[in-house]
Nanobody, 128 residues
């Protein structure tokens, strides 16, 4: 069974940092795309950052470039999102997602629909 489990969310003050983790089971990373999306109240789910193993590259949303860093530990089947200099507008539920079919997603990496497996989400709240 393919499963993604996120952890690491919480409440942080503006300017603070958090590291999210996504533990995957039931598959290995090398043939897939895996990464992070977020959804703020009243807004659509948006792509934050994805590792595309089939393309050998990472993608970032313009809004988080230079602020967030995605990484993975393939031995642990875990992907991370290091979030620095957090702002109130980063407040959202963060979801881990993996895509298996239709790869590579290329420039459409940020579209949620093609991703096949989703975690339950972890809340990140940036507030003083």
């Amino acid at each position: 069974e393919v499963q993604l489990v996120e952890s690491g969310g919480g409440l942080v003050q503006p300017g603070g940092s958090l590291r999210l983790s996504c533990a995957a089971s039931g598959f290995t990373f090398e043939d897939y795309a895996i990464g992070w999306f977020r959804q703020a109240p009243g807004k659509e789910r948006e792509g934050v950052s994805v590792i595309s193993y089939t393309e050998g590259r990472t993608y970032y949303a313009d809004s988080v470039k230079g602020q967030f860093t995605i990484s993975s530990d393939n031995a642990k089947n875990t992907v991370y999102l290091q979030m620095n200099s957090l702002k109130p507008e980063d407040t959202a539920v963060y979801y881990c997602a993996a895509g298996f079919e239709g790869l590579p997603f290329g420039s459409s990496w940020y579209v949620p629909g093609p991703y096949d497996c989703w975690g339950q989400g972890t809340q990140v709240t940036v507030s003083s």
